[in-house]
């Protein structure tokens, strides 16, 4: 097994192209976008400038990694594919609809893998007609540098689909810890409580964002405070997966912080957009 299409070509993707090409494998990279592919690929040449400046890799393993990676906004370029990773927007209805089409369109024996975050993989798994080989597989930010991938396993996922799956994540030089199909698994399970209670003190006035972060770092030995790590996921994103974790567990305990909401609101969403929790401009 050397070939992958990775569909969604935003940070995730983008990321998720780069370890798969480093590691030799024939890259489909695709988007509805097109100028999301050339931004893409701009990103994985500088993520792999800052690897050869720290002398983990040189420039002919950019080269080569690049080479292999193809483009297109074509989704039939997966019919040839023995495995597809999506990892387009966190949104279940637009993940629905990519695994419908993709069910149609790859090779029966395919492995179609998913990045969500927090969205079921038994409902993903659900709109296609091979559930048994449907898992998630969540990698973390920023892929090319973070070790570990949940492999999330739904009802129906086949033990033969999980093996292949941890063993191409190890492949891939990454740690994979096997989970079951609960809303926001156990890294956001974990997570995003902290963050969202890092908002709760920023909104109620117990300690500025820097304050909070540096808590966090120095007294618990995090390598980033809660409220950067949310800028650097998207304040949209940890809000959608507030919301999975509310609507799927049913405790308050979930119910998203009014001020995350408000930033949401106003597209104050973090890192990409300049201004979060903190300022990026």
């Known amino acids: 097994m050397n070939r992958v299409a990775i569909v969604g070509a935003g940070t995730m993707g983008n990321g998720i192209a780069h370890v798969f090409a480093a590691k030799r494998w024939d890259v489909q990279l695709v988007d509805v976008v097109g100028d999301a592919l050339e931004r893409a690929l701009a990103t994985i040449r500088a993520n792999f400038d800052r690897q050869i400046k720290k002398g983990a890799a040189t420039a002919e393993d950019r080269d080569a990694a690049l080479a292999r990676i193809t483009t297109s906004t074509d989704f039939s370029v997966v019919r ?3 495995l597809v990773i999506e990892a387009a927007s966190e949104n279940p209805e637009i993940k629905f609809s990519v695994f419908r089409d993709l069910d149609g369109r790859c090779p029966p024996e395919a492995i179609l893998a998913t990045n969500t975050s927090s969205i079921s993989i038994t409902a993903i798994a659900a709109r296609t007609k091979r559930p048994q080989q449907v898992i998630g597989m969540h990698f973390m930010n920023p892929v090319p540098v973070m070790q570990l991938v949940e492999v999330i396993r739904g009802q129906a996922t086949s033990d033969a689909t999980t093996v292949l799956t941890m063993d191409i994540a190890r492949e891939l030089g990454k740690t994979p810890v096997e989970v079951n199909d609960y809303p926001g698994f156990v890294s956001n399970r974990v997570l995003m409580p902290m963050i969202n209670e890092a908002a709760f003190c920023l909104m109620e006035g117990v300690a500025s964002a820097e304050a909070i972060d540096t808590v966090m770092k120095l007294g618990m030995n995090h390598p980033m405070g809660p409220l950067a790590l949310a800028d650097l996921i998207g304040l949209d994103t940890c809000l959608a997966i507030l919301n999975v974790l509310h609507e799927g567990l049913g405790d308050d305990k979930y119910r ?16 990409k957009t300049g201004k979060g929790f903190h300022s990026y401009v």
């Open 256 to 271: 998203a912080c009014p001020l995350l909401k408000r930033m949401v609101a106003a597209g104050q969403l973090g890192r």
């Open 80 to 82: 040839d594919r023995e």
